[in-house]
T-cell receptor, first 116, second 115 residues
Framework: DAGVTQSPTHLIKTRGQHVTLRCSPI?????VSWYQQVLGQGPQFIFQ???????GRGNFPDRFSARQFPNYSSELNVNALLLGDSALYLC???????????????FGEGSWLTVV | AQSVAQPEDQVNVAEGNPLTVKCTYS??????LFWYVQYPNRGLQFLLK??????LVKGSYGFEAEFNKSQTSFHLKKRSALVSDSALYFC?????????????FGKGTLLLVSP
């Protein structure tokens, strides 16, 4: 079975531009989360979606937005890119039920974003 | 607030020796604890988790971790290290029932296993 897939794997953007990152969860998983990992740090939670609704939001500015589609895939959008947005963006999926029940969260390989 | 601390930036061990990567947590309530491994330029791979039950949890690639509630620790261990274990290791915590499995990660510990 395919794991969590993300695209693109690498991209370079200029300050002020917009970027869209895409994620397909493991088949059967309805919960998708996004994390940002800056070099030298642990991943930081950005968003979680379950059944197409936002269920959690981390401490990120409104320039960051996301959505989940009927097939449970997801997009992360970042507007007005800053140099500090350069990071590895990780998508994760889990067979999450209505509440946190300790299901394993599986991560994709990530999308490397460089802002110049 | 929930958080984890990984007090060591780097752990060095010789191949064949036992290894320990330390993690302590701070939460209100009973935690769910996870270990992930990250190889260079890759995503995170799940190693093991503690939800409830036996304090000693066995995971992938011969790794295990012991949940110690009194010391609020969840150290990762392996009896005999391999050079291929060299990677970045992350401890993470979440607390039910609040939140939808949002993971709070430590800053990571780089494990270097020498031949």
């Amino acid at each position: 079975d395919a794991g969590v897939t993300q695209s693109p794997t690498h991209l370079i953007k200029t300050r002020g531009q917009h970027v869209t990152l895409r994620c397909s969860p493991i088949s059967g998983h309805k919960s998708v989360s996004w994390y940002q990992q800056v070099l030298g740090q642990g991943p930081q939670f950005i968003f979680q979606y379950y059944e197409k609704e936002e269920r959690g939001r981390g401490n990120f500015p409104d320039r960051f937005s996301a959505r989940q589609f009927p097939n449970y895939s997801s997009e992360l959008n970042v507007n007005a890119l800053l140099l500090g947005d350069s990071a590895l963006y990780l998508c994760a999926s889990s067979p999450q039920g209505a509440r946190n029940s300790g299901n394993t969260i599986y991560f994709g390989e990530g999308s490397w974003l460089t802002v110049v | 607030a929930q958080s984890v601390a990984q007090p060591e930036d780097q752990v060095n061990v010789a191949e064949g020796n036992p290894l320990t990567v330390k993690c302590t947590y701070s939460v209100s309530g009973n935690p769910y604890l996870f270990w992930y491994v990250q190889y260079p330029n890759r995503g995170l791979q799940f190693l093991l988790k503690y939800i409830t039950g036996d304090n000693l949890v066995k995971g992938s690639y011969g790794f295990e971790a012991e949940f110690n509630k009194s010391q609020t620790s969840f150290h990762l261990k392996k009896r005999s290290a391999l050079v291929s274990d060299s990677a970045l290791y992350f401890c993470a915590v979440t607390v039910p029932p609040s939140g939808y499995s949002t993971l709070n990660f430590g800053k990571g510990t780089l494990l270097l296993v020498s031949p």
